[in-house]
Nanobody, 123 residues
Framework: QAQVKESGGGLVQAGGSLRLSCTAS????????MGWLRQAPGKEREFVGY????????DYAYSVKGRFTISRDNAKNTVSLQMNSLKPEDTAVYYC????????????????WGQGTQVTVSS
């Protein structure tokens, strides 16, 4: 089974950028789509975006489309989330997750989770 771990969170001013990384270990990591989800205080965990196992396709939540980019390097078993033009409403704990689901747009679609990393955007 896949094991997932995030890194790279922190504090950034509005309009700034931050890059999160995720390492995924386990058999045949290319067989897993990798997603990023986030959870703000008092809110449900929400989908941010995902990338297919091959890395050829991505999809994003409307709220981050055009600002966030997901990429992966299967040779290094890493997935990255580049976040630009950050807004205070992007403040949340960000989770990297793995799934064998074909179109994982919901938290329930993911079976393997990292521990999460805090991103705080100040105004």
């Amino acid at each position: 089974q896949a094991q997932v771990k995030e890194s790279g969170g922190g504090l950034v001013q509005a309009g700034g950028s931050l890059r999160l990384s995720c390492t995924a270990s386990g058999p045949t990591s290319e067989s897993y789509a990798m997603g990023w989800l986030r959870q703000a205080p008092g809110k449900e965990r929400e989908f941010v975006g995902y990338i297919t196992g091959s890395g050829r396709s991505t999809d994003y939540a409307y709220s981050v489309k055009g600002r966030f980019t997901i990429s992966r390097d299967n040779a290094k078993n890493t997935v990255s989330l580049q976040m630009n033009s950050l807004k205070p409403e992007d403040t949340a704990v960000y989770y990297c997750a793995a799934t064998s689901s074909g179109s994982p747009h919901n938290a329930k679609d993911y079976g393997y989770w990292g521990q999460g990393t805090q991103v705080t955007v100040s105004s």
